[in-house]
């Protein structure tokens, strides 16, 4: 499974952006999706989750009420829907896939994802 992030950039502290992340193949649909982001010399930090069916999603108390993540399996594609941006969401932000079996319906452990996408970067300036 290959994984294609997009839609990062510079944005002022208050504006919004949308990820997307593309996966190759023909089992998107059976995935657990999560976007993930990371600074340099920092561990690699959960943002949020989605249900295979999108169902259910799963966030970080720290992005809970600003960002949305989203799916459309006919595409092969999740989203993450960033608002309300803050200079503290800088960072690379990576999409990542955890396929079945599952212990869980959504979760953030980052040990549980399988699959890695190259990253990209959103910078927010304040």
């Known amino acids: 499974v290959q994984l294609q992030a997009s839609g990062g950039g510079l944005v002022q502290a208050g504006g919004s952006l949308r990820l997307s992340c593309t996966a190759s193949?023909?089992?998107?649909?059976?995935?657990?999706m999560g976007w993930f982001r990371q600074l340099p010399g920092k561990e690699r930090e959960f943002v949020a989750a989605i249900s295979w069916s999108g169902g259910s999603t799963y966030y970080a108390d720290s992005v809970k009420g600003r960002f949305a993540i989203s799916r459309a399996n006919a595409k092969n594609t999740v989203y993450l829907q960033m608002n309300s941006l803050k200079p503290e969401d800088t960072a690379v932000y990576y999409c990542?896939?955890?396929?079945?079996?599952?212990?869980?319906?959504?979760?953030?452990?980052?040990?549980?994802?399988?699959?890695w996408g190259q990253g990209t970067l959103v910078t927010v300036s304040s």
């Open positions: 193949g023909h089992t998107f649909s059976t995935y657990i």
């Open positions: 990542a896939a955890d396929p079945p079996p599952w212990g869980t319906v959504v979760h953030g452990d980052v040990t549980m994802y399988d699959y």
